[in-house]
């Protein structure tokens, strides 16, 4: 059973979690080894357990690891320091925890990290991937070498070993679970944080990430020893999103797809600043440029993002292409920052059947079978075989932003004929491909586009099946051509509550909250922002599993 009976649900706790994704979920498997007893909330039904994680690619990020020594990479603390100190770019009185959180991470990262997942049974796919190349000196944003380490069973696999913990809680008498149960205050008793109350929502059936009424049927009303706001970012709430926009990534966006499902609304967040936490940093986020409108939503304005290797052209709305160092997969907020002095709410890659084939990777569990499914017969035939994987060639097929042509004149035309309100220069968009192509009658040149294409092929993993060979666009033996229209894609928020080393809030002042937690996206996935102004990738769920994880070692403590 996951939900006890009912004179157990009166029982005071331990801990108490709000939100039954991975942070919360790992925060509950460290204190159910330690013999406590756990209450986990969640306003969605059951089968949203593990909340967005499930959904995920699966990217960790990890310093100096036999996977990436394998592959010939030198890395080190030092070097991921410096990387990530240029990336962040901490400059506020009020990132004091954040920059505690981030040595804490990276010393993680190159220490117990690894051998913390193995001991889970979490596996890592043997090609590690370059996420976030930035492109620009060396003490600026973006990973020195690759560090993206694949899980193998992506997102599901992840969370597997924690939510196997939580059952057998459950079994044990040590754990209630309590769906469709909506935490709408904390109680606060003499300044301490004692539990929380609600409504009890109405039953419902919908799929993992669909639509769930919020009809209330009831009230409820929980103690503990500690509660732990687990409750994620604001992703799924667009006017949140836009409320946030800073004004340094331009003006926000009129149309953009979701990359989380609806419930990831901000809730949890307003509820604990109503407590006294402090919120910090909420001007800092993390969206992808890179979005396609998923062919089979399960949630509105559901979106996927493009993983993309380094050699689609990239264009904004009008057909002028993007400046230097603003590459796919090179510098996620910069390009999206440009984009937003354009005017418009679209880009596009110009691409070709070759580049699809061995660079497009579409993020998310359900995206790649095979990794998810953990058949290297699949991987083989999905990854070195003809065509591009199943899931690529599907969007390809019936993804409303794809345009397949077999000259560039067509492909123009289409491309303004799916756009008539964006005012593409055809000829120009011409002359970009035209100039680009020029570029391969020699092996150098100006273009640093394609000097990075070959820089990267010099990593074995990038030249194995990441990074195609540098053609022409319009060669005939690399066709069709392909454009994609892009768009932004709401993912993460980098600010949250603010918290110190042992996930506990803190309010205004500074002051630790008693009985206050937080983990996760909630708490910017550490202090309140773990990763400043921007992320290194691979290091979202990364950060679930390191704030849940001193969660639960703290209150285990108590």
Not at 2 to 24: C, K
Request: proline share 5%.
């Amino acid at each position: 059973m996951s939900v006890n009976d009912d004179a157990r649900r009166d029982t005071r706790s331990d801990a108490l979690i709000v939100g039954a994704g991975l942070a919360g979920l790992v925060a509950a498997a460290e204190l159910v080894e330690a013999g406590k007893r756990v209450t986990i909330v969640d306003q969605e039904p059951e089968a949203t357990f593990g909340g967005q994680a499930w959904w995920s690619f699966g990217g960790l990020f990890l310093v100096d690891s036999p996977e990436q020594r394998r592959m010939g990479i030198r890395d080190s603390i030092e070097l991921a320091r410096q990387d990530w100190a240029g990336t962040a770019g901490f400059d506020r009185p009020e990132d004091d925890h954040a920059r505690a959180w981030a040595d804490a991470y990276l010393e993680w990262a190159a220490g117990e990290k690894r051998a913390w997942l193995k001991q889970k049974g979490i596996g890592l796919f043997p090609v590690v991937g370059w996420a976030e190349r930035g492109g620009d000196t060396a003490t600026r944003h973006g990973n020195s070498v690759p560090r993206f380490h694949i899980v193998w069973g992506t997102g599901p696999a992840i969370l597997e070993p924690f939510i196997a913990t939580v059952r057998r809680g459950v079994a044990a008498g040590l754990v209630t679970l309590l769906f469709r149960h909506r935490v709408d205050a904390l109680t606060v008793t003499d300044g301490r944080v004692v539990g929380v109350s609600g409504s009890v929502l109405a039953p419902d059936d919908a799929e993992r990430g669909a639509p769930s009424t919020r009809d209330a049927v009831g009230e409820f009303a929980l103690e503990a020893d500690a509660v732990v706001i687990a409750t994620g970012g604001i992703g799924g709430n667009h006017d949140l999103v836009r409320a946030a926009w800073p004004e340094r990534l331009g003006t926000p966006p009129t149309h953009m797809v979701s990359g989380v499902p609806a419930h990831v609304d901000g809730r949890g967040l307003g509820i604990a600043e109503a407590a006294g936490a402090r919120l910090i940093n909420g001007d800092r986020m993390w969206h992808y440029v890179e979005g396609i409108q998923n062919h089979s939503p399960v949630w509105a304005k559901h979106g996927i993002r493009i993983l993309p290797g380094p050699s689609s052209l990239w264009l904004d709305a009008t057909g002028r292409r993007l400046p230097t160092p603003l590459f796919p997969g090179f510098d996620t907020l910069g390009t999206l920052a440009h984009l937003r002095t354009t005017g418009y709410d679209h880009s596009w890659f110009v691409t070709t059947q070759s580049i699809i084939e061995k660079e497009f990777a579409l993020s998310g569990s359900e995206q790649n079978p095979d990794l998810t499914g953990r058949s290297v017969r699949e991987l083989l035939r999905q990854r070195l075989g003809k065509g591009a994987t199943e899931p690529v060639e599907r969007f390809k097929r019936d993804g409303a932003d794809f345009i397949v042509a077999s000259t560039v004149d067509e492909l123009v035309a289409r491309m303004a004929a799916l756009e008539p309100d964006a005012p593409l220069d055809v000829a120009r968009v011409r002359d970009e491909i035209a100039a680009r192509d020029r570029m391969l009658d020699n092996e150098f040149g100006k273009d640093a586009q394609l000097t990075a294409i070959r820089g990267a092929r010099k990593y074995r993993g990038d030249k194995l099946i990441r990074v195609a060979p540098p053609h022409r666009l319009t060669g005939p033996k690399h066709g069709p051509l392909i454009a994609v229209r892009l768009h932004v894609l709401t993912r993460k928020s980098l600010g949250g509550i603010q918290t110190d080393l042992e996930s506990r809030a803190l309010d205004a002042s500074g002051t630790v909250i008693r009985g206050l937690y937080a983990v996760g996206e909630a708490a910017g996935f550490g202090g309140g922002g773990v990763h400043g102004y921007r992320s290194l990738e691979g290091t979202f769920l990364g950060g679930c599993l390191h704030t849940g994880l001193r969660a639960g070692r703290a209150i285990a403590r108590l």
